[in-house]
């Protein structure tokens, strides 16, 4: 059964860095690419990053790049979201979420539970 | 480009309704459209997938469909129930990138 655990979150100043991580079990994390999905408060979903399942490619969106970096630990099977520069409009739920089919990038098909980031002085 | 979808939607149960995900550049049919579900306080959960595929465990209640002449995509459930209540999001790409919609609440009562 495949089970994704988000962790991490917390309150953080702005400016301050966070990272996030998302332990995944019950398949083999190595064989597929993952995405990080936020929703801010009383907004709408935002795609943030994904990284293949062999990490030899990376994309962000333009609201966090050059500010946060996605990696991967396949020994640990867990995904990370490093957010440096962090931002009051970074407050959100933050979300890793599993590619359908293994050795593939394309839509985030089975999500975790979500980890709070609020950014705040 | 930008997906545009109506801002909220309310129907009664048994009724049928449809979301629309407008395209603003580019065609619709370049890449393949998903749908999402939100319930307050949960995950979102995949719906429909490339255009029209429904995952297992969704019912046929729910269907996508592509038109052209609007350059949209469109979520239909019909027999409408109580627990369809919930934020709906449309997604497809844009280059190596994912875009959202910005969502629809429905509303069933």
């Known amino acids: 059964q495949v089970h994704l655990v988000e962790s991490g979150g917390g309150v953080v100043r702005p400016g301050r860095s966070l990272r996030l991580s998302c332990t995944a079990s019950g398949f083999s994390f190595s064989d597929y690419g993952f995405h990080w999905v936020r929703r801010a408060p009383g907004k709408g979903l935002e795609w943030v990053a994904v990284?293949?399942?062999?990490?030899?490619?990376?994309y962000y969106a333009d609201s966090v790049k050059g500010r946060f970096t996605i990696s991967r630990d396949n020994s640990k099977n867990t995904l990370y979201l490093q957010m440096n520069s962090l931002r009051a409009e970074d407050t959100a739920v933050y979300y890793c979420a599993r590619d359908p089919q293994e050795f593939s990038s394309s839509w985030p098909y089975r999500w975790g539970q979500g980890t709070l980031v609020t950014v705040s002085s | 480009f930008v997906l545009t979808q109506p801002h909220s939607l309310s129907e009664s149960p048994g009724k049928t309704v449809t979301i629309s995900c407008t395209r603003s550049s580019g065609s619709i049919f370049s890449n393949y459209v998903q749908w999402y579900q939100q319930r307050p306080g949960s995950a979102p959960t995949i719906v429909i997938y490339e255009d029209y595929q429904r995952p297992s465990g969704v019912p046929d209640r729910f269907s996508g469909a592509i038109d052209r002449s609007s350059n949209s995509a469109s979520l239909t459930i019909s027999g409408l129930k109580t627990e369809d209540e919930a934020d709906y999001f449309c997604q497809s790409y844009d280059g190596s990138k994912r875009v959202f919609g910005g969502g629809t609440k429905l509303t069933v009562l």
């Open positions: 990284i293949w399942y062999d990490g030899s490619e990376k």
